[in-house]
């Protein structure tokens, strides 16, 4: 198993401000995810991120608006850009089990982020 | 990726056995099927994982008709500590390229 911390669980925001939220993980993976949960709703993926390589982005997402650092194989940053309240939701990072199981994702607690 | 539906939520007592069908009609040859458990505040768990018939672990156990159209999540002798949402995920899990997407959910409720 992989464990995930978040930083921070939980903020309070201005709208117009940023946001960066950390994803440290306790082994080297090659694939780390953001997703987004909105109040009452399912996750959706925000974008992938890989070493070494320009993140992913899923249609609906740009880079502008939530950039991605990552800088090596336990760490990523996603950062919420000009907050407005719409971008209140739960933001969580996840990765990848390196066990046999092709698909098994473990989620860190998530950072619950409110705009006002 | 295939389109799943799920009930949106289900009630149980318990003691009971739980079964959540999961509807994948547009499955593909390469994809698995995956189901996830999340607890409010915290970010979802697997739970089980398979590909045809039925697997079984120490949670939960799957099962998968012929036509892989469907799949079945059985809970079995559910406890308050069950309530959650639980996810249903299909999609290829062979490639370096796949990305889980989650469908809405089923939110299951156990009471005393």
């Known amino acids: 198993s992989a464990v995930i911390s978040q930083k921070p669980s939980r903020d309070i925001c201005q709208r117009g401000t940023s946001l960066t939220i950390q994803c440290q993980v306790d082994s080297q993976v090659t694939m780390m995810f953001w997703y987004r949960q909105q109040p009452g709703q399912s996750l959706t993926l925000i974008a992938t991120?890989?070493?070494?390589?320009?993140?992913?982005?899923e249609s609906g997402f740009v880079i502008d608006k939530f950039p991605i650092s990552r800088p090596n194989l336990t760490f990523s940053t996603l950062t919420v850009s000009n907050m407005s309240p719409e971008d209140s939701s739960i933001y969580l990072c996840?990765?990848?089990?390196?066990?046999?199981?092709?698909?098994?994702?473990?989620f860190g607690s998530g950072t619950q982020l409110s705009v006002l | 990726l295939a389109k799943t539906t799920q009930p949106i939520s289900m009630d149980s007592y318990e003691g009971q056995e739980v079964n959540i069908t999961c509807s994948h009609n547009n499955i593909a040859t390469n994809d698995y099927i995956t189901w996830y458990q999340q607890f409010p505040s915290q970010g979802p768990r697997f739970i089980i994982q398979?590909?045809?018939t039925k697997v079984t672990n120490e949670v939960a156990s799957l099962f998968i008709p012929a036509d892989r159209k469907s799949s079945t999540l059985s809970l079995p002798r559910v406890s308050l500590s069950d309530t959650a949402v639980y996810y249903c995920l299909v999609g290829d899990m062979s490639s370096n390229d796949y990305k889980l997407s989650f469908g809405a959910g089923t939110t299951v409720t156990v009471r005393a």
């Open positions: 398979g590909y045809k």
């Open positions: 991120a890989n070493q070494g390589s320009e993140a992913t982005y």
């Open positions: 996840s990765v990848e089990s390196r066990d046999s199981v092709i698909g098994k994702l473990f």
